[in-house]
């Protein structure tokens, strides 16, 4: 029986052991997407205990934040709200999520928290209930001796060179500024650029964001379609002077319906008004703003990132009581292919397609986007166009493995620029070095079964490129 995760963990073949100590395990790391917060970097946050690093709760604002993974593992063992998100003892709160960690056999949860135990704290004690009190007091006592741990501790211990926050074209980007003018940051951190507010035109606030964003650019209002392009690209300029590297999409579906500029500004006066839009006016309006979004990140040669594919909300009780992004989405189904395929196709003829990355949360659309990102590569950048890492309920071992054999039997794997956490949790970067294990286990057993040459130089190049420097290049750090 081979040792619960040791140093070989996940690694089947010499070759694979080779690749990942000789070459990925001491590479830095750029995690172009996530969702922590600028100002906890900015202002080093110090954690108190395990349960502030991984469950979270209620915020002084009255949302949550927290890991929706983990919440989702104590629901699933019937665990009560009051200690998922609520105010218990902190040490119950941990301990309750140890109980249901301990039944969750071939869940990647054990895996990455054992993970991060190990990378961040040094504690080779495996996570269970009878170990629980002493993981609990080492943890503590590491978090409160030094700024080893601090944010900028986690930072610097996981060797994190670049970080792409997810920010709103309407934040002032005041943390951002302040980060950008501090010499002591190691870590590169820029802001990635949002707008759904202003896409999603059918969405609950539209109006009340709009006069928002009206007045992140001066504004008494935007009377017009043309005045919100005109504003989000004042924005985007405005995020780019602070190092913005790519912007992010979370959409139900990518819809493509080319409408005139009269026409989108006729839907829009409409959601103005507060009246009810059909699907088609919704459509074209939301499609005009990507094709200006889409020619904007061109000239700014900035990474467009498209995330679809989830059901948001499911549990509508629960999102009344909790709000969004608290552990009650699903995986969605929709068929927007040929639309993403249209609306790269309409931009690369109307003044140039920005280099994209796609990402389903099914992972049944894996073959179909490798396919389409095959038929928009560029001269320009190798990999221009790529299918995403495998995103929130697909990043398993299972699903980072059926992502990259998409990406192989399709595309240019060796072009692929790499893992990224999607987190909001500073300890999640432990996930990188998951995502290395599981992807030169793969590479050593295509080379140990002779369906690749063993010649280092190319594949120290490939490993070296999926997890760093591909990301380099592709994002200009």
Same mark, same amino acid.
């Given at each position: 029986m081979k040792a619960f995760m040791d140093k070989d963990f996940l690694l089947g073949t010499e070759t694979a052991r080779q690749l990942f100590h000789g070459v990925a395990e001491t590479l830095p790391l750029?995690?172009?997407?996530?969702?922590?917060?600028?100002?906890e970097i900015y202002e080093d946050r110090r954690f108190r205990d395990l349960t502030e690093l991984w469950l979270g709760g209620?915020?002084?604002?009255?949302?949550?934040?927290?890991?929706?993974?983990? /919440?989702?593992?104590?629901?699933?063992?019937?665990?009560?709200?009051?200690?998922?998100? !609520?105010?218990?003892? +902190?040490?119950?709160?941990? &301990?309750?999520? #140890?109980?249901?960690?301990?039944?969750?056999?071939?869940?990647?949860?054990?895996? /990455?928290?054992?993970?991060?135990?190990r990378q961040f704290f040094g504690c080779e004690l495996p996570l269970t209930v009878e170990n629980a009190r002493a993981i609990w007091e080492q943890t503590r006592e590491k978090l409160r001796s030094g700024p080893e741990l601090?944010?900028?501790?986690? =930072?610097?211990?996981?060797? #994190?060179?670049?970080?792409?926050?997810?920010?709103? @074209?309407?934040?002032? &980007?005041?943390?951002?500024?302040?980060?950008?003018?501090?010499?002591?940051?190691?870590?590169?951190?820029c802001p990635s650029f949002r707008p759904d507010k202003a896409l999603l035109i059918q969405k609950p606030g539209f109006r009340e964001y709009i006069g928002l964003l009206a007045r992140s650019v001066s504004k008494e209002e935007l009377s017009t379609v043309e005045d919100v392009c005109a504003a989000l690209t004042l924005r985007l300029e405005s995020f780019c002077r602070l190092g913005c590297r790519a912007s992010d999409h979370g959409l139900d579906y990518v819809p493509f319906r080319p409408v005139s500029e009269a026409e989108a500004d006729a839907a829009y006066q409409k959601a103005l008004r507060g009246e009810a839009l059909t699907t088609e006016e919704a459509e074209g309006y939301e499609t005009f703003l990507l094709l200006h979004l889409g020619r904007e990140y061109h000239r700014q040669d900035i990474a467009m990132q498209?995330?679809?594919?989830?059901?948001?909300?499911?549990?509508?009780?629960?999102? $009344?009581?909790? !709000? +969004?992004?608290?552990?009650?989405?699903?995986?969605?189904?929709?068929? %927007?292919?040929?639309?993403?395929?249209?609306?790269?196709?309409?931009?690369?003829?109307?003044?140039? %397609?920005?280099?994209?990355?796609?990402?389903?949360?099914n992972g049944a659309d894996n073959d179909m986007l490798a396919s389409l990102a095959g038929c928009f590569q560029s001269p320009e950048l190798p990999g221009k166009i790529q299918l995403g890492s495998a995103w929130w309920?697909?990043?398993?071992?299972?699903?980072?493995?059926?992502?990259?054999?998409?990406?192989?039997? =399709?595309?240019? &794997?060796?072009?692929?620029?790499?893992?990224?956490?999607?987190?909001?949790?500073?300890?999640?970067?432990?996930?990188?070095?998951?995502?290395? $294990?599981?992807? %030169?286990?793969?590479?050593?057993? /295509?080379?140990?079964?002779? *369906?690749?040459? @063993? *010649?280092?130089?190319?594949?120290?190049?490939?490993?070296?490129?999926?997890?760093?420097?591909?990301?380099?290049?592709?994002?200009g750090l």
């Open positions: 750029a995690d172009y997407h996530c969702h922590i917060s600028p100002r209620r915020q002084e604002d009255g949302s949550y934040f927290g890991d929706h993974y983990k /919440w989702r593992l104590m629901r699933a063992n019937a665990v009560s709200e009051d200690y998922v998100t !609520g105010d218990r003892d +902190p040490y119950e709160r941990y &301990l309750k999520f #140890v109980e249901a960690l301990q039944l969750g056999i071939g869940n990647p949860m054990v895996h /990455w928290c054992n993970l991060e135990l601090s944010v900028r501790g986690i =930072l610097r211990k996981a060797k #994190v060179a670049f970080i792409g926050t997810t920010d709103d @074209p309407a934040d002032s &980007l005041e943390w951002h500024q302040k980060l950008a003018a501090d010499p002591d940051l190691e870590t590169k951190v498209l995330h679809y594919s989830c059901y948001r909300n499911a549990n509508e009780a629960m999102f $009344r009581a909790l !709000g +969004p992004d608290t552990g009650c989405d699903m995986i969605g189904q929709t068929s %927007c292919g040929v639309s993403i395929a249209r609306l790269l196709s309409a931009l690369e003829e109307s003044g140039g %397609c920005p280099k994209t990355i796609l990402y389903s949360l309920f697909l990043d398993t071992k299972s699903g980072m493995e059926a992502q990259l054999r998409s990406v192989s039997n =399709l595309g240019l &794997l060796g072009n692929f620029v790499g893992m990224l956490t999607d987190s909001r949790s500073f300890l999640s970067y432990a996930r990188h070095d998951y995502f290395r $294990r599981i992807f %030169c286990n793969l590479v050593g057993e /295509w080379v140990e079964n002779g *369906e690749f040459p @063993p *010649e280092e130089g190319a594949l120290r190049r490939i490993v070296e490129g999926v997890c760093y420097t591909n990301a380099v290049r592709y994002f």
